[in-house]
């Protein structure tokens, strides 16, 4: 299971912007495991792994079909993601803290990929494979972040670096 969260991480940290989809599959497969493990409260990994595979799979059905509306609400998800993971960071982790940091991050999140829809989605998918990368590798505390914040930077470099390319 840690080995697929980070090949996703390390997927969306590259390629979230070229390949949406990949971005709108990779925050479901993400939902979906903390779903499991927090609503569900599962730790039973094959149980985690077919409702994180079922969402991702679903998310990215939905973005090829619906590209705005699936990118939209994976501007949500990743923005709530995000949220909740920085709550954890400060081991702050009360349900209703969570639930409200997780809804504020998502309309943050969704406004952002509307309106700037390239930027967002290289931000985004670049906060999202990062996070998800050192949440799996456990790291500790300044470690952790100083991990996080150099992924955040090379994924944006590299996505932009695509996106660039792609324009010229």
């Given at each position: 299971m840690a080995i697929?969260?980070?090949?996703?991480?390390?997927?969306?940290?590259?390629?979230?912007?070229?390949?949406?989809?990949?971005?709108?599959?990779?925050?479901g497969f993400i939902?979906?495991?903390?779903?499991?493990?927090r609503i569900v409260r599962t730790q039973n990994e094959v149980m985690i792994l077919v409702i994180a595979l079922g969402v991702g799979i679903l998310g990215a059905l939905v973005a090829i079909f619906l590209q705005q509306f699936a990118v939209a609400v994976a501007g949500f998800f990743a923005g709530g993601l995000i949220a909740v993971n920085l709550l954890d960071a400060f081991n702050l982790d009360a349900t209703m803290i969570l639930?409200?940091?997780?809804i504020i991050g998502g309309i943050v999140g969704?406004?952002?990929?509307?309106a700037l829809f390239d930027w967002a989605l290289i931000t985004l998918s670049s906060i999202a494979g990062a996070s998800l990368i050192t949440r799996t590798l456990d790291l500790g505390g300044g470690i952790a972040i100083g991990a996080f914040i150099a992924l955040v930077?090379?994924?944006i470099a590299i996505q932009a670096g695509l996106l660039s390319r792609k324009k010229s």
């Open positions: 697929l969260k980070i090949l996703a991480g390390a997927a969306m940290l590259i390629f979230g912007r070229q390949l949406f989809w990949l971005f709108v599959g990779g925050t939902v979906g495991a903390e779903i499991a493990t639930a409200l940091a997780f969704t406004a952002l990929v509307v930077v090379i994924g």
